[in-house]
């Protein structure tokens, strides 16, 4: 809720001189924002500039602008065979794993891998889908969110630190979390190592690599999307608007119907209806296109 109309020309008065400065930073093409929703374009095979981009979020942090961080990635060491991507549930970690309720979150997997490293130990890394872990039972209908684990040697973990072997992580972007995180990634290119690396390294992860950007009411759709083994998919964006974007099209359909209230004079019907319409041609204009 950005408050009274005026705060918000204050807000975007604020934000001016950091998209300037953006607009500058080497490998970065394009930036464009309406209001609080960026949208910034950059060279997909050399993705250093998301570095930069990272960095002057976190220097103006301390002004009010904050990126939220995901919090969902714990890692302990231990003494146990190494295995891929297995998909368990919360008691599965509570038997198993008690260790890692009491590890610190990361907000990536390679930041969660890199405190746990050592040699002749391997890596437990679990990115939770829902955290704090409820005990309570669930409802008959209620299906429980799985959480994703990878059991990492210090091998394979030396070769993702190194940006050599970042398939691994893939698995990682195939579930969601419920951290409040709404920073995405999509590319027009299957990315190489070394760039999912650098998405790694700025603290964005692997999990922001999706197809779409969901928790923006803009329509900002990749080509390509990892799959539960860490490969590229081609991927083809929905063709309906309801569709791509189902919550932002229903409250569009819920305003546009309170503006038919009766309690409403025709003037104010009137300011609403064609102020709203007015503002929504410019949101929706406001990203890159396909």
């Known amino acids: 809720d950005m408050g009274r109309s005026f705060s918000v020309f204050l807000f975007c008065f604020a934000m001016d001189p950091l998209f300037h400065y953006l607009n500058r930073v080497p490998h970065v093409l394009s930036v464009q924002a309406y209001v609080d929703d960026t949208t910034i374009v950059g060279d997909a095979q050399n993705a250093s500039w998301l570095q930069e981009v990272a960095e002057c979020y976190t220097a103006v942090r301390s002004a009010g602008f904050v990126v939220d961080a995901h919090e969902c990635y714990r890692s302990v060491r231990n003494s146990q065979m190494k295995f891929g991507p297995k998909q368990v549930d919360s008691d599965y970690i509570r038997r198993n794993w008690p260790d890692i309720l009491n590890c610190p979150a990361f907000p990536t997997a390679s930041a969660a891998l890199k405190a746990t490293m050592c040699p ?3 890596s437990l890394v679990i990115r939770f889908a829902k955290w704090p872990l409820s005990h ?18 210090y091998e394979q973990g030396r ?57 923006l009411g803009l329509a900002i759709f990749g080509r390509f999307t990892l799959d539960g083994d860490g490969d ?59």
């Open 232 to 290: 590229w998919n081609a991927s083809l964006p929905p063709g309906l608007l309801q569709e791509c974007k189902p919550a932002p099209f229903k409250k569009f359909q819920l305003r546009l119907k309170s503006f038919r209230a009766p309690t409403l004079s025709i003037m104010s019907r009137s300011t609403c209806f064609n102020t709203y319409i007015l503002s929504v041609m410019p949101y929706t204009a406001s990203y890159f296109g396909l």
């Open 136 to 153: 309570a039972p669930l409802a008959n209908n209620e299906d429980e969110s799985l959480h994703l684990a990878i059991n990492f040697s």
């Open 120 to 122: 002749g130990y391997n």
């Open 159 to 215: 070769d993702i630190l190194s940006g050599t072997e970042m398939h691994h992580l893939g698995s990682f972007a195939s579930i969601s979390c419920s951290c409040k995180s709404k920073s995405h990634i999509v590319t027009n290119f299957a990315l190489r190592p070394l760039a999912i690396s650098a998405v790694e390294s700025a603290g964005y992860g692997i999990h922001s690599l999706t197809a779409s950007a969901p928790a």
